[in-house]
């Protein structure tokens, strides 16, 4: 289906007024907006900042009175439109607007009966409705946001060393069975990942150049269709292999742990895979390397050794 019928619901107590312009326009990205909802207190002070921006965006509000102290009547209200609407079977996914973990259990819920669910909230939104989601999208990267490698990433967002050691054994898998990896594969398979993937999380507005300026991997276009591979550097690898050594050296005659040693290699190059040697196992990879001994303790514990 070309075009997704979406259901639209803000959560009014914990989004502000200026970002329904971009929610809306980011959300035709996906489809068509066929619900547009916000729920709210609108006798309150803090809601009443919404009236205008809901008259020139057409968006329906729901008033939700806070009868009890300490209890989000919001929530509620939002959670049963969201199952009414489910069971109307007249759309193929949610859009739930909210910086409030609350609606963890509702996304989970929707996309349980099949319904694509895309979640926008603020970076503060934790991380729980954020894996819950189909797709998550932070707010402030939407608008007129400068593409700026310098912008500092978001506390929130899954670091750099993560997608970059995920993309990579997603090269190495596709490569080992004889395929070419696209781009834009690399990209859902991302998303699929960690639902909230966003190279605007980083500073850039394309996964390219993302990649590209990364330094660890080579993009490659013909007719139209961009392919990603591993760039080869042979000085990286020796560095490795170098330091590996010097551990193993240093550990004298009482040698080191292969657990341990991984860890160290690891921690120091967050982007080393042993794949990218020609092993499947790290206690292959030392095996390998001239002057060392892999043995076995009292433990049967895999430990290493200089000879």
Known sequence: MENKRFALLIDADNISAKYISVILEELSTYGITTYKRIYGDWTSTQASKWKNQLLENSVIPVQQFSNTVGKNATDSTLIIDAMDILYTGNVEGFCIVSSDSDFTRLASRLRESGMEVIGMGEEKTPRSFRVACTRFVNLENLGNQEDSEEKKQQDNTVSREVIYNAITNIITENENKGKNVELASVGNRLVNMYPDFDVRNYGYSLLSRFLQESGLFLLDKRDNVITISLKENEQSKEEIRTYVMEIIHKAGSKGIGINE?????????????????????FSKFVQGMEGVQVYADKNDRKRVKAL
Request: proline share 0%.
């Open 261 to 281: 040693l991984s860890n160290r290699v690891h921690g120091r190059y967050s982007h080393f895979n042993v794949k990218d040697f020609g092993y499947s196992q």
